[in-house]
């Protein structure tokens, strides 16, 4: 819980738990962009270095070529296919995670409801004792 500043009476607000911050489509052609751009320099250069150091000429420069390409696009699917893992991964882990919570709270809704049933059956000549007793279960349940 944290203070908000500038009212005139002091409230409270709850804070939530911090959400992995989301790209735009701008930004993900923009990234994409990008890496394409690093993709194209560094194939380049390594090609032009691989061609230097093998003395390639005609044929020779086409495998050269090819070979780049292809760990090029190897390596942009790997780590996509990575990517879409570790996406599902979290998703999963989420579900999860919510289930756990969704169970928790239904496992105490159903504890607190026994207990009522319980102090009913138990005491149900005497209502004021039942009242008093529910009461106090409220207060703690809120806490």
Do not use: C, F, N
Not at 36 to 54: C, D, I, K, N, Y
Not at 79 to 94: D, G
Not at 99 to 127: F, V
């Amino acid at each position: 819980m944290e203070a908000t500043p500038g009212a005139s009476e002091t409230t409270t607000q709850q804070t939530s738990p911090a959400r992995p911050r989301t790209m735009s489509r701008k930004q993900i052609a923009a990234v994409a962009v990008a890496v394409g751009a690093l993709v194209l320099v560094v194939g380049a250069q390594t090609e032009s270095e691989l061609m230097r150091a093998v003395g390639a000429t005609g044929h020779a420069l086409e495998w050269i070529s090819d070979l780049v390409a292809s760990v090029a696009v190897t390596s942009l699917t790997y780590l996509w296919l990575h990517l879409r893992v570790t996406r599902a991964e979290l998703m999963s882990s989420e579900r999860a995670r919510i289930a756990q919570d969704l169970h928790d709270e239904l496992g105490s809704s159903l504890t607190r409801l026994s207990l009522m049933s319980d102090l009913l059956k138990e005491h149900k000549a005497s209502p004021d004792q039942v009242e008093m007793r529910a009461a106090r279960m409220r207060i703690s349940y809120q806490r």
